[in-house]
């Protein structure tokens, strides 16, 4: 029962609906047919996660001309509304129809912590009682959205927050996309107003990171990108674009056949399955052999360098011979180690190894000539490990 719980079917097809998402209250009951095949009876479609060319057919089915498609989505993706009564060049008859028959994920900031180096976190209210967390995070480079893709996770990794609490639903693609829209627009906002739209500053780069396992959501995870990339919204192009996993292998080899060469970026934290089976329980599921082939699969399939996330949890697996193990598992493999300084979660138990050791542990990853870097440490200052400020706020 537990396991089933646990380890339930991820990377399935067709596991989020449009418009799964909300209570009887918010999911926008509407006793009209429906006006669009494949939409569940009764619930109006969330715009915000359809594609452009699938707007212009909605709108086709209401009698419209194409171009009102390519105005809708711009008005959505580039001008950020959150209603259809603001896209004002539409006629009003329009605006009104498009209330009765459709909708758009609109994503209340119910909490909003700036930290150092211009990382903001965000709690984002989903409008049936339940909310996530993003993070905004600036790099010399340009700006990052860390986003989650559910409402807690399934997977229950010791040493992270957000499954501390259990797993309650999916993302909608709708609510995956708003919440980068949210960022935008707030980013956008903070420049100088006098600036001309088009030269503010943008969200350039997408993280699936946050609360959740991407994979666990995949098809709404996979469609909240590409409507990320489409030409004619934020245009977010796929090569910016990490998918972090705690290693789901149907869901990877998947990915590496989905056609968008994201980077993929897997949860590892242990060189050995005894270790991870400990601190990681999908690892009994999916052990650290079979992980490691998705991942040569998915850089052979996409040509793309895979990140392993190794976060460095005192007298754990941060020890000389832990490294070594973890040299010897990716020597000779498409890969790239990304060592992270745990960020404690006082009631798990785990701690943050001195520096030395993380020195040490660096020193011997570089020696067997594994490209590796330490993550800057964005965001401790602001809770912005997992589920940390979901939880604070909801507590
Ligand atoms: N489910 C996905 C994505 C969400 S977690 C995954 O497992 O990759 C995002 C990253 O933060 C993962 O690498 C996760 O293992 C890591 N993480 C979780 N708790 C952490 C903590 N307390 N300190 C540092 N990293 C943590």
Same mark, same amino acid.
């Given at each position: 029962m537990v396991r089933a719980f646990l380890f339930g079917e991820p990377g399935k097809?067709?596991?989020?609906?449009?418009?799964?998402?909300?209570?009887?209250?918010?999911?926008?009951?509407?006793?009209?047919?429906?006006?669009?095949?494949?939409?569940?009876?009764?619930?109006?479609?969330?715009?915000?996660?359809?594609?452009?060319?699938?707007?212009?057919?909605?709108?086709?089915?209401?009698?419209?001309p194409s171009y009102r498609g390519t105005q809708v989505f711009s008005w959505i993706h580039q001008k950020g509304v959150a209603s259809f009564d603001e896209m004002t060049n539409l006629p009003l008859a329009l605006r009104r129809k498009l209330d009765e028959v459709a909708r758009l994920a609109n994503l209340e900031v119910l909490a909003r912590k700036s930290g150092t180096q211009g990382t903001v976190k965000y709690l984002l209210g989903l409008g049936d009682g339940n909310s996530v967390e993003a993070v905004r995070m600036k790099y010399t480079y340009g700006t990052s959205a860390c986003v989650s893709t559910q409402v807690g996770c399934k997977m229950a990794c010791r040493f992270c927050a957000s499954g501390a609490a259990g797993f309650v639903r999916n993302l909608t693609p709708g609510e995956i996309v708003d919440e980068v829209l949210k960022m935008n627009l707030d980013l956008s906002r903070e420049s100088s107003a006098s600036r001309e739209p088009q030269t503010r500053p943008r969200i350039g780069w997408v993280v699936l990171m946050g609360t959740g396992e991407p994979l666990d959501n995949y098809d709404a995870s996979v469609k909240a990108l590409r409507v990320l990339n489409a030409e004619e919204g934020l245009n977010v192009s796929y090569r910016r674009m990490t998918v972090s996993t705690c290693g789901l292998v149907p869901g990877i080899r998947r990915l590496a056949e989905e056609g968008i060469p994201v980077t993929l970026s897997i949860s590892l934290h242990a060189p050995t399955d005894d270790l991870r089976d400990e601190i990681m329980p999908i690892n009994r599921r999916y052990p $650290? @052999?079979?992980?490691?082939?998705?991942?040569?699969? !998915? +850089?052979?399939?996409?040509?793309? *360098? /895979?990140?392993?996330?190794? =976060?460095?949890?005192?007298?754990?697996?941060?020890?000389?011979?832990?490294?070594?193990?973890?040299?010897?598992?990716?020597?000779?493999?498409?890969?790239?180690?990304?060592? $992270? @300084?745990?960020?404690?979660?006082?009631?798990?138990? !785990? +701690?943050?190894?001195?520096?030395? *050791? /993380?020195?040490?542990?660096? =020193?011997?990853l570089k020696e067997a000539r594994i490209p590796v870097t330490i993550r800057r440490e964005l965001g401790l200052d602001i809770d912005a490990a997992c589920g940390q400020l979901r939880r604070r706020y909801c507590r």
């Open positions: 097809p067709g596991e989020s609906l449009e418009g799964e998402s909300g209570n009887e209250a918010t999911r926008g009951r509407d006793p009209r047919p429906d006006v669009r095949p494949g939409v569940a009876p009764g619930v109006r479609p969330d715009l915000k996660g359809f594609l452009p060319q699938e707007i212009s057919e909605f709108l086709a089915s209401l009698g419209e $650290i @052999p079979e992980v490691t082939d998705a991942a040569s699969f !998915y +850089a052979t399939r996409t040509g793309r *360098r /895979v990140t392993f996330e190794y =976060a460095l949890m005192r007298d754990v697996n941060d020890d000389v011979s832990h490294a070594r193990r973890l040299a010897g598992l990716l020597s000779g493999m498409l890969a790239h180690v990304n060592l $992270i @300084p745990l960020n404690p979660v006082k009631e798990r138990g !785990y +701690a943050r190894p001195p520096r030395e *050791r /993380v020195m040490r542990f660096l =020193a011997v």
